[in-house]
C-alpha cells in the first residue's frame, strides 16, 4: 500500500481530476455512450486502479485523457480533465503533444502491436529523449541503456541495438515501460499491462512499476479486469459499468466490503486460491448491455439480484456513503440511510 | 468415479524440427522439443488440469492426446486403443469419442456458416444425418436458443460464441474432451457463467476433461488433479487440493505466488517467490533439471548435472514430483 509520502506539499495535492467526462462514439446504430459522466481523481503518489469488464469505458477514459479519441468518429462530447489544475481538453494539438509522453504516459496492453518493428530499440527510445528531453546522439544512448537497466533488461549495452522481435514478450513490455518513464512523466497510464503475459512475467514487471512508484514519486492509473492485481498493486478502486463509475474507494475497503451489487458479484463470481475448491462461483446473468440501447434507470438493474422500481426508472447519483467511500445503487443508499 | 482409466498417456514426446539453409541445403538442425517424454494417466469421470506458462507444451500435449500431430513417440492409449499406432482414417473414427474445446470461439467457429450448420458439422463430417431435433437439443444443453440457429458466429458475443464451440464439440456425444484454455478470452463474469456451464455438463453427461489453462485459480476450481507443466515436463502431478496447500517443486511455489489474492490484507501475509528472467528455449534446453537457472532454491550441483525424475513423494502416493530436493 501506499508507503510513499511525497513531502507535506505534495500529500494530497489532486494530480489528476477527471470531472463529468463523456466520449462518445457516432454509430450507425446511434450514439454509443463508451464514457457517460465520469469523474474520479488520482493524488500525487497514488496507485489508482479502475476495474470493469470489456466495454465498460475503462480503456476509453484513459484514451479521452491523453486525447487519443480518433474523431469521427469518437469525440469528447462534455466534461474537464485536470491534469495539476489545467484542464487538458482545452489545449491546442500542440501543448497537448507536449504532454503526451512527456508528463503523462501510456503503457498499452500489447507490446509487440505498441512498439515499431522495423526500428531498433535504441532508435525508438532516442527518439523520445532527443524530442522531449534535448539531449545529444551520444546522451540518447547513455539515457537508453540506464532505462533498459533500470527496467531490468539484461546486457543492456548490447540489447539496445537489437529490434523488438529479438525479445519475449515480458521483455518487450518493459521496453514499453522503459519508454514510458524515459521522459520522467509525473503520471503514468497503465492499460491492461500484463494482460497477454504469463503469470510469474506479470508479477516481475508489476513488482516493477510498483518500485518505480516508490521510489521516484509518479503516480499511476492501472485499469485492469484483473481483482487479484488490484488487490496487491492498488490504493484506491474505481469499478466501472457501462461508461458510469458505480463505486469507488480503498482496496481494503471494496474486499471488506463491496457496496455496489455490481462489484460484491465481480468478486464472488472469480474463482480464488484462498477460498475452499469446491466453493461454487456467483454466476451474474446475463451480459453487459449494448452501449448503445442503454437500458433505462440503472443500467446494471437488469442483471441486479437486489433491483426495486426507482432502479429500472433513475440513472442513481454516486453518493459518499462513508469516508472514502462513494458508491451509485439506489438499494445501497437506502441502507446507509 | 468410476475406477477406471479412460486415458493413458506413458513417455510421450512431440518433437518439432527446425531447419535452417535453403533449397538443397535445406537440414534439420535441431529439435525443438514441445513435449518431452511425459506420463499421467485421467480416470473415467475426472477432469485433469494442465497449468504452465506459454511454451510449456500444454497444447501440445492437448493436441497429442487427440493425436492430432503424427509422429508423437510413447503410447497414448484411449480406452485401451494406442492411438498414435493408427493410420489417420482409424484416428478419425477413434476421434469421435474425443472433442476439443478452443481458446478463441471466434477464431475456430467459420464466418460464413450459420451456426446451426456449425453445430451440425461433426455429424456430417462422420457421414450421419444431421437431425433437427438434435441440433436444437444441443442448443439447449449450453443455454442458447435453438431459434438463433439460422445466426452467424459474428452476431453473438465472446461467451456465446464459446458456448456454440462447446454445443460443436458435444455434438457426437463424446466421452472424453480437451479443453484448450475455454475461458481465458472471456470477461470475468463470462467465465463464470462458461466454468459453469462445463461442470453442469460434466455431471450430466459423465464427461472427462483434460483442462489446458494458465489461470491457476480456475484450474484449480475445475480440476480433480493438476499437472504443472515446465519446458516440455511434468515437474508436479497431484489432487488439486494437495498441489494448492502443499506445493512442493520451487516452479509451482513460485507459479501459485505470482497470483495474486483478491484480498490485500490476506495477500500481503503470503509468501512470496519471484522468478528472474524468462522461460529458456525448448531448443537449447539447460543441463540437468531444466528449471535450475530460475530456480529459486538451486540447492546443489546436482541440479545442473542430472534431470530429476519426476517420482511419488513416498511410494504409493499420488502426489509425484519431479525435483531433487522437493
Given at each position: 500500500m501506499a508507503e510513499f509520502s511525497a513531502g507535506e506539499e505534495g500529500k494530497n495535492r489532486k494530480i489528476l481530476e477527471i470531472k463529468n467526462l463523456r466520449t462518445h462514439f457516432h454509430t450507425k446504430a446511434g450514439p454509443l455512450k463508451a464514457v457517460d459522466g465520469l469523474s474520479y481523481h488520482v493524488y500525487k503518489g497514488e496507485s489508482v486502479g479502475v476495474v470493469g469488464e470489456s466495454g465498460c469505458g475503462k480503456s476509453i477514459s484513459a484514451m479521452s485523457v491523453l486525447r487519443l479519441i480518433p474523431n469521427p468518429p469518437g469525440e469528447i462530447v462534455s466534461g474537464e480533465i485536470l491534469f495539476n489544475g489545467q484542464d487538458l481538453l482545452k489545449l491546442t494539438e500542440q501543448e497537448m503533444r507536449e504532454i503526451r509522453g512527456n508528463r503523462i504516459a501510456m503503457i498499452f496492453q500489447e507490446p509487440s502491436a505498441s512498439l515499431n518493428p522495423v526500428l531498433t530499440v535504441r532508435r525508438q527510445l532516442s527518439e523520445t529523449l532527443e524530442l522531449h528531453r534535448g539531449l545529444d546522439k551520444k546522451q540518447s544512448l547513455e539515457e537508453s541503456i540506464r532505462l533498459l537497466k533500470q527496467v531490468g533488461i539484461p546486457d543492456a549495452e548490447r540489447r539496445v541495438h537489437d529490434y523488438p522481435f529479438q525479445f519475449s514478450g515480458g521483455m518487450q513490455q518493459r521496453i514499453m515501460i522503459a519508454m514510458g518513464l524515459s521522459c520522467k512523466p509525473e503520471l503514468l497510464i497503465a492499460d491492461e499491462p500484463t494482460t497477454s503475459l504469463d503469470v510469474t512475467i506479470q508479477a516481475q514487471l508489476m513488482e516493477l512499476i510498483d518500485d518505480l512508484r516508490r521510489t521516484s514519486g509518479i503516480s499511476v492509473i492501472i485499469i485492469t479486469h484483473n481483482l487479484g492485481l488490484v488487490a496487491r498493486y492498488v490504493d484506491r478502486v474505481n469499478v466501472m459499468y457501462t461508461g458510469r463509475l458505480v463505486e469507488s474507494c480503498s482496496t481494503q475497503q471494496l474486499f471488506d466490503g463491496p457496496a455496489?451489487?455490481?462489484?460484491?458479484?465481480?468478486?464472488?463470481?472469480?474463482?480464488?486460491?484462498?477460498?475452499?475448491?469446491?466453493?461454487?462461483?456467483?454466476?451474474?446473468?446475463?451480459?453487459?448491455?449494448?452501449?448503445?440501447?442503454?437500458?433505462?434507470?440503472?443500467?446494471?438493474?437488469?442483471?441486479?439480484?437486489?433491483?426495486?422500481?426507482?432502479?429500472?426508472?433513475?440513472?442513481?447519483?454516486?453518493?459518499?456513503?462513508?469516508?472514502?467511500?462513494?458508491?451509485?445503487?439506489?438499494?445501497?443508499?437506502?441502507?446507509?440511510? | 468415479m468410476e475406477n477406471e482409466r479412460i486415458l493413458d498417456v506413458e513417455n510421450m514426446s512431440k518433437f518439432f524440427p527446425i531447419a535452417s539453409g535453403g533449397g538443397a541445403f535445406r537440414r534439420k538442425t535441431a529439435d525443438l522439443r514441445a513435449v518431452d517424454g511425459i506420463s499421467f494417466h485421467i480416470m473415467k469421470g475426472e477432469t485433469l488440469g494442465i497449468v504452465g506458462e506459454s511454451g510449456c507444451g500444454k497444447t501440445t500435449t492437448g493436441r497429442c492426446v487427440l493425436r492430432l500431430y503424427d509422429n508423437i513417440k510413447g503410447t497414448v492409449s484411449f480406452e485401451g486403443t494406442d492411438l498414435t499406432k493408427l493410420g489417420a482414417e482409424q484416428a478419425r473414427r477413434a476421434r469421435r469419442e474425443m472433442q476439443m474445446i478452443f481458446q478463441d470461439p471466434m477464431a475456430s467457429l467459420d464466418p460464413r456458416m450459420t451456426v446451426g450448420k456449425i453445430i451440425g458439422e461433426p455429424f456430417r463430417a462422420h457421414g450421419e444425418p444431421e437431425r433437427k431435433d438434435e441440433i436444437a437439443e444441443l442448443f439447449r444443453m449450453v443455454e442458447l436458443d435453438p431459434n438463433m440457429a439460422g445466426r452467424y458466429p459474428h452476431e453473438f458475443s465472446g461467451g456465446q460464441r464459446q458456448r456454440i464451440g462447446i454445443a460443436r464439440a458435444l455434438a457426437l456425444r463424446p466421452k472424453f474432451i480437451v479443453c484448450d484454455e475455454p475461458v481465458s478470452a472471456l470477461d470475468v463474469s463470462v467465465q463464470a457463467q462458461i466454468i459453469a456451464l462445463l461442470e453442469g455438463l460434466r455431471e450430466e453427461l459423465g464427461l472427462t476433461y483434460l483442462f489446458i489453462a494458465h489461470d491457476l485459480s480456475v484450474v484449480r476450481h475445475i480440476s480433480d488433479r493438476v499437472a504443472v507443466m515446465y519446458l516440455g515436463k511434468i515437474v508436479e502431478i497431484t489432487r488439486s487440493d494437495e498441489l494448492y496447500s502443499n506445493p512442493l517443486h520451487p516452479y509451482t511455489l513460485a507459479l501459485l505466488s505470482a497470483v495474486p489474492i483478491p484480498n490485500p490484507r490476506l495477500d500481503r501475509q503470503r509468501r512470496r517467490v519471484m522468478l528472474s528472467g524468462d522461460v529458456p528455449s525448448p531448443v537449447n534446453l539447460p543441463r540437468g533439471c531444466r528449471f535450475n537457472p530460475r530456480c529459486p532454491k538451486r540447492a546443489s550441483g546436482l541440479c545442473s548435472e542430472v534431470e530429476p525424475e519426476l517420482k511419488p513423494l513416498s511410494p504409493g502416493s499420488d502426489h509425484w514430483v519431479a525435483c531433487h530436493h522437493a
Open positions: 455496489h451489487p455490481y462489484t460484491s458479484a465481480l468478486l464472488a463470481s472469480v474463482p480464488r486460491l484462498d477460498s475452499p475448491r469446491k466453493k461454487s462461483m456467483r454466476v451474474i446473468k446475463g451480459l453487459p448491455p449494448d452501449l448503445t440501447r442503454l437500458p433505462s434507470g440503472c443500467s446494471f438493474h437488469p442483471r441486479c439480484e437486489s433491483a426495486m422500481d426507482i432502479c429500472r426508472k433513475e440513472i442513481p447519483p454516486l453518493e459518499h456513503i462513508a469516508g472514502d467511500h462513494y458508491c451509485a445503487c439506489f438499494f445501497d443508499h437506502g441502507k446507509y440511510l | -
